[in-house]
């Protein structure tokens, strides 16, 4: 099957703005601006069944109609954070198809009334910010950016803005907020972004994969899009696949491909032939799932995945092997957490400097049994109670690693 969103790997050049056009670009843009009112794009995406690929999956057409019509100006923000550990298909898709993300970027702020569109990139991400700059000043010399678009009176200018290498400014209100030039930690909500935004003002946040989608599902039609992937979640999407298998990288696939088909087919399967112990299909923010034979078979959408007791998330499949041991994975993943909590709320500020306290002790051999209770009590206490996802995301591994993977905590610990 040609791929969707990776269409870089089956047409040389694809970043280069007269191969992007020779090969239909711009032509879903052209037609929702010249042939399109904006309620009728949105209308499209919401028929498609497109869903967000950042991690929640929620509806895109119906986040666009949320957009206040009663407050303007309108902002359009692409979230490329991209901080997830695990995740690595968003810089994919800005290096080698970005013209794609773009047009679709484009798209969704033409449906919202949005004059102004900004690119929100991870500090890191420098280079590609740059590479991204250069492609904006190519549209706007070619008349698809700027004013006048297409002969009409639509104006459209895209931004780029880094930020400073935050995981926590990936999402979407503490993302906002470091794009004002303020620290960057999470709003209390509701009010939620398509109300109240950027500058105050209504603002539709979609991931760099949410954009590029929107393209082909304008020039293909809401129907050909549906017919890709399974009933709850529509079309493809990018698996970043990494951990033990031997051939890890980004892999496009209809939803609804089973995780033994992406490990074993795709992936190659399992590093020095040994077998998954578990899977983290979510980055560092998953439970962990128990491997046998159904959760290998186990289709990867959005309803399946929870139903072996995990979130698909933004499906950045970690394989892990026999040959790793739980509080090793746990001690990571909290390290990370502490190291990310923004400090804004107690539970997640004070609850992962005690997980990473006692995960530690834990992981060097010199924990008991009861630090392991308190470990997952700590993190039991939290959940709930923290003011944006990543406290929460913060205990996941903990719980259902100590409360599926005992075994590996009574080897460590003491009686
Ligand atoms: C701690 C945290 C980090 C996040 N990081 C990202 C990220 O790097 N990229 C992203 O697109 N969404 C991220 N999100 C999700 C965003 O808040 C938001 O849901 C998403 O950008 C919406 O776009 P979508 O509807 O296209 O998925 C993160 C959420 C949380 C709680
Ligand atoms: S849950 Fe953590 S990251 Fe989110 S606001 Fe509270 S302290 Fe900050």
């Avoid at 503490?174 to 109240?196: H, I, M, T």
Wanted: a neutral charge.
């Amino acid at each position: 099957m040609e791929h969707i969103l990776l269409r870089h790997r089956d047409i040389p050049d694809f970043n280069k703005l007269n191969v992007y056009k020779k090969n239909g670009g711009f032509a879903a843009f052209k037609k929702a601006v010249t042939k399109m009112e904006p309620t009728e794009v949105t209308a499209e995406v919401t028929k498609s069944g497109l869903r967000g690929r950042g991690g929640a999956g929620f509806p895109t057409g119906m986040k666009w109609s949320f957009i206040d019509k009663t407050n303007w100006p309108h902002y359009v923000v692409a979230n490329a954070d991209e901080s997830e550990p695990g995740t690595f298909k968003d810089r994919e898709i800005m290096e080698s198809n970005p013209f794609q993300f773009l047009e679709g970027l484009a798209i969704a702020s033409y449906a919202v009334g949005a004059n102004v569109a900004y690119i929100y990139l991870r500090g890191e991400f420098w280079q590609v910010a740059a590479f991204l700059d250069e492609k904006i000043a190519e549209m706007e010399e070619a008349g698809i950016l700027g004013d006048s678009i297409f002969g009409t009176d639509y104006s459209l200018k895209i931004y780029t803005h880094l930020g400073a290498g935050a995981y926590i400014c990936g999402e979407e209100t503490a993302l906002l907020e470091s794009l004002e030039g303020k620290r960057g930690q999470p709003r209390v909500r509701p009010p939620f972004p398509p109300s109240y935004g950027l500058y105050g003002k209504p603002t539709i946040i979609n991931n760099v994969e949410t954009f590029t989608n929107v393209p082909p599902i304008l020039s293909n039609g809401a129907d050909w899009y549906k017919s890709i992937g399974t009933a709850d979640s529509a079309g493809v999407k990018i698996f970043s696949l990494s951990g033990r298998v031997r051939k890890p990288g980004n892999y496009e696939l209809p939803f609804g491909t089973t995780f033994r088909q992406l490990i074993y087919e795709h992936g190659m399967g399992v590093q020095d032939g040994r077998s998954v112990k578990a899977i983290m299909p979510a980055g560092a923010s998953s439970s962990l799932i128990v491997v046998d034979d159904k959760v290998l078979d186990t289709p990867m959408d959005y309803s399946s995945v929870r139903t072996v007791g995990s979130d698909l998330g933004s499906a950045s499949v970690i394989v892990l092997d026999d040959t790793v041991d739980i509080d090793w994975v746990i001690n990571k993943t909290i390290h990370f957490f502490k190291h990310e909590s923004c400090g804004k709320c107690t539970p997640c500020r004070e609850g992962n400097y005690w997980m990473r306290n006692l995960t530690d002790r834990i992981h060097e051999g010199k924990g008991s049994g009861d630090d392991v209770k308190l470990l997952l009590n700590v993190a039991k206490q939290m959940q709930g109670k923290c003011l944006c996802a990543l406290g929460e995301f913060s205990t996941m591994a903990v719980v259902t690693g100590i409360e599926r993977f005992p075994q590996d905590f009574k080897k460590k610990t003491k009686a």
